[in-house]
């Protein structure tokens, strides 16, 4: 609770039975229904993109992140046939090469703020315990990055609960 004393807001411990949703109600706040079990997920998971017959990688999750990215490198987009080759860091260290279909070119924001264009891929992402969907993914050069993969907002929207304070919560391959 909190109470107004002097123009200084004060915090109050209290306990409340309400769920979250009832507390944002009864204080005006907005608050949406959650019916779908979510998966909890740590700040990273093992994953693999069976589309691209890639082993397994680890992925850093990004809430702050809109897009999911892959990294890639020798990136060549053959524009009349939509093709796009590249090769991608395996978990091992080892470049891979990988060949798909493109679906767009996007212009996204880095990290750093900086405007630039992408290719956009579609692939299966799966999870340890055979949970799998359909994600975009910009293809970017990732490799002064800690992680080959970050799972950003869209794909996880949805589907998952992070805890930040843990990883590989699903397990591994």
Not at 96 to 123: L, Y
């Amino acid at each position: 609770m909190m109470n107004e004393k002097q123009g200084i807001w004060q915090c109050k411990p209290a306990w409340s039975t309400d769920t979250s949703a009832e507390i944002a109600h009864h204080l005006q706040l907005p608050a949406s229904e959650i019916h779908d079990p979510r998966l909890l997920i740590g700040r990273r998971e093992w994953i693999a993109l069976p589309d691209l017959a890639l082993s397994p990688l680890i992925a850093k999750i990004d809430t702050g992140a809109r897009t999911s990215t892959l990294h890639a490198e020798k990136i060549h987009f053959d524009e009349q046939t939509g093709i796009v080759h590249f090769h991608t860091i395996g978990h091992d260290g080892i470049l891979q090469p990988c060949t798909c279909r493109a679906i767009k070119v996007k212009h996204v924001r880095n990290s750093g703020g900086i405007g630039q264009s992408r290719i956009v891929i579609r692939a299966t992402l799966s999870f340890p315990g055979d949970f799998s969907f359909v994600t975009d993914f910009t293809l970017a050069n990732r490799k002064a990055m800690r992680y080959p993969v970050l799972l950003g907002r869209r794909a996880l929207n949805g589907k998952f609960v992070i805890d930040p304070q843990h990883t590989h919560l699903l397990g591994s391959f």
